[in-house]
């Protein structure tokens, strides 16, 4: 697609809910980035893929948040057993580049705003 | 782990002045990237830098990396009520860090 597209745009989730939120990164693009963006923040780095392969998940907060991308295009991140804490904005990113070079910036989708009441 | 941080947290400024925020590393950086955030948005990419002492000009904005690759500077001529956003900083390798932001606000 010409850009990365995130679903849902806003999700609304009962404490105790588990969710899925979904990217679907440019085309061809080989990394893929989840950041977490709180209000008044900057983005927050959660994960990275290259292809299919979870290269870097130091970020993510609790065993609760779990990533994949198992065909090495659109990429899943569930958060079981939301807590009020997990509010904020998720985005994803993604970039052509490969092999750990840093060229060029990332592309970001439009976000999914998660509320947990 | 790394950090990045950015000053002002803020600035309010009166359209046709100019504006400067400032990013600084706790570490040297390979390269330096620059992203602007519109209210209820998402960031958008604007420049990359990776050479020590780098000058990048795009229009009205000027984009500065330090000779020691820790810090670094986007200064906005003459802004525009177009300019406002947040302006952050990141910085890293395979993954990006990013800095709190510099919230712009340009009134007419």
């Known amino acids: 697609g010409a850009g990365v597209s995130q679903s849902p745009r806003y999700k609304v989730a009962k404490r105790g809910q588990d969710v899925a939120l979904r990217c679907d990164p440019i085309s061809g693009h080989v990394s893929l980035f989840w950041y977490q963006q709180a209000l008044g923040q900057g983005p927050e780095f959660l994960t990275y893929?290259?292809?299919?392969?979870?290269?870097?998940k130091s970020g993510l907060p609790s065993d609760r948040f779990f990533a994949e991308r198992p065909e090495g295009s659109v990429s899943t991140l569930k958060i079981q057993r939301t807590q009020q804490e997990d509010s904020a904005v998720y985005l994803c990113a993604s970039s052509p580049r490969t092999g750990g070079r840093p060229l060029g910036g990332y592309t970001f989708g439009s976000g999914t705003r998660l509320t947990v009441v | 782990g790394q950090q990045v941080m950015q000053i002002p947290q803020y600035q309010h400024v009166q359209e046709g002045e100019d504006f400067t925020t400032y990013c600084n590393s706790s570490?040297?950086?390979?390269?330096i990237q620059w992203y602007k955030q519109r209210p209820g948005g998402h960031p958008v990419f604007l420049i990359q830098l990776v050479k020590s002492g780098e000058v990048k000009k795009q229009k009205r904005l000027t984009f500065q990396f330090g000779e020691a690759k820790k810090n670094s500077s986007l200064h906005i001529t003459a802004t525009q009520t177009t300019d406002v956003g947040t302006y952050f900083c990141?910085?890293?390798?395979?993954?990006?860090?990013f800095g709190k932001g510099t919230m712009l606000l340009v009134s007419p």
């Open positions: 570490t040297t950086l390979s390269n």
């Open positions: 893929f290259q292809n299919e392969a979870q290269l870097d």
């Open positions: 990141a910085g890293g390798y395979s993954t990006l860090t």
